[in-house]
């Protein structure tokens, strides 16, 4: 069965840059979610879309930014990038209701040097 | 938002059945509690849910208090690839801090 696929799987960047990560979502799906988990941390919830719309927020930072596409798919667009944010960036998707699953991709390792 | 408590960590013989219990008395009546598990640095992966009544799938069962004021996750027979980090999670989207289980042979 098609999972979630997360691109790039790995990314180093230098601080004050900018990363995009990308998200698709397991197909007919139409809820995506965005975690952070750092080193040795549980993951933390940063954002979620519904349908193209922001439907839930956590610890994103203002830095930060997501958006979700008519295809489903997602990007987490991070800027002026630093070194606390090195961390594995984990998508998830489901179907919107409060009792479906969320589904999880491998995540993307990001480090910034 | 609900909460959750859950050991930081236990130990498992191989072969053996593992509990793993999680206080969630927060828990408001619609929200279901799911498990997950994460082996190192992959993507969580989901174990079961439920709501009121029992539940049993392939992978595992749960067993959830009357009161919904807690639950236990049941591997009935543990292996050493069930080592992971066990997340109970009553809404959704956020993840506490959950229990290490070590599956030792």
């Known amino acids: 069965a098609a999972g979630v696929i997360q691109s790039p799987r790995h990314l180093i960047k230098e601080k004050r840059e900018t990363a995009t990560l990308k998200c698709y979502p397991i197909p007919r799906h139409d809820t995506v979610y965005w975690y952070q988990q750092g080193p040795g941390q549980d993951p933390q919830f940063l954002i979620s879309f519904y349908e193209k719309m922001q439907s839930d927020k956590g610890s994103i930072p203002d830095r930060f930014s997501a958006q979700q596409f008519s295809d489903y798919h997602s990007e987490l667009n991070m800027s002026s990038l630093e070194l606390g944010d090195s961390a594995l960036y984990f998508c998830a998707s489901s179907l919107k209701g409060y009792a479906n699953t969320i589904y999880f991709g491998e995540g993307s390792w990001l480090t910034v040097v | 938002d609900a909460k959750t408590t859950q050991p930081p960590s236990m130990d498992c013989a191989e072969g053996r059945a593992a509990n793993l219990p999680c206080n969630h008395s927060?828990?408001?009546?619609?929200?279901?509690v799911y498990w997950y598990r994460q082996i190192h640095s992959q993507g969580p992966q989901y174990i079961i849910h439920?709501?009121?009544n029992n539940e049993t799938n392939e992978m595992a069962s749960l067993i959830i208090t009357e009161d919904r004021k807690s639950s236990t996750l049941i591997l009935p027979h543990a292996t050493l690839r069930d080592t992971a980090v066990y997340y109970c999670?009553?809404?959704?989207?956020?993840f506490g801090a959950g229990t290490i289980l070590r599956v030792k042979s």
């Open positions: 999670i009553p809404r959704w989207a956020v």
């Open positions: 927060t828990i408001s009546g619609n929200e279901y």
């Open positions: 439920g709501l009121k």
